[in-house]
Every structure is written in C-alpha cells, then in structure tokens.
Nanobody, 126 residues
Framework: QVHVAESGGGLVQAGGSLRLSCAAS????????MGWFRQASGKEREFVAT????????YYADSVKGRFTIDRDNAKNTVYLQMNSLKPEDTAVYYC???????????????????WGQGTQVTVSS
C-alpha cells in the first residue's frame, strides 16, 4: 500500500494563492492515479482534481477549473495542488488520495480511492 501526507494548508485572504503538497511513501508512486478532495464543515467530501499516474491527463471539478492546477513529480513521490484566486467557499480540509486502479477513465468519487491522507486545513478569509 501507499501512505500519503498533505502539507501546505493555511489561512489566506480571498484572491490569494496556496500550494498544497502530498508526499507519498510505500509502494511505487507511479502505480497510482492521484486525486485531491475537500470537505467543508458540515458538508460531504467532494472531488477537486485528479491526475493520471504519468501526469499526462488531469480533470477538475467545475468549481475550481481555471483556478486550480494539479501536477505531480514522480521522481519526488509528490503531487501538488496549486490554488489561485481563492474564494471563501474554497475553505475546507483538503485531502490527497491514491487510486490503484489505473483506470483509463479518471475517477471522481471518494470511494474509488483506496488510500487517504489526514488532510490539511485551508481557510480563505473574505
């Protein structure tokens, strides 16, 4: 199995930027598609972005498209989420997750991802 741990969260003003990192250890990192999800207080966990094992394909939730960018560095066993033009509604705990299926279609439901980190808090003030 793979272990993942997020970092980079914090407090930022609306319009600002943050870059989240997710470091993986254990099994070969390139064996997994990787995804970012978030969960706001009192709400269900929702999909944010995902990237294929080789970094060549990505997919985003409509709510973050054009503002967030997911990418990965397999040499560093790390996936990133660059978040720009942040809004108060982006406030949530952000989770990194690994999908071992290597499905030809990137998946957006939490149950499709087997391994999860503990999350990192992102708070956007207005």
């Amino acid at each position: 199995q793979v272990h993942v741990a997020e970092s980079g969260g914090g407090l930022v003003q609306a319009g600002g930027s943050l870059r989240l990192s997710c470091a993986a250890s254990g099994r070969t990192f390139s064996n997994y598609h990787m995804g970012w999800f978030r969960q706001a207080s009192g709400k269900e966990r929702e999909f944010v972005a995902t990237v294929t094992w080789n970094g060549r394909s990505t997919y985003y939730a409509d709510s973050v498209k054009g503002r967030f960018t997911i990418d990965r560095d397999n040499a560093k066993n790390t996936v990133y989420l660059q978040m720009n033009s942040l809004k108060p509604e982006d406030t949530a705990v952000y989770y990194c997750a690994a999908d071992a299926s290597l499905s030809l279609v990137l998946r957006t439901t939490p149950r499709a991802y087997e391994y999860w980190g503990q999350g990192t808090q992102v708070t956007v003030s207005s």
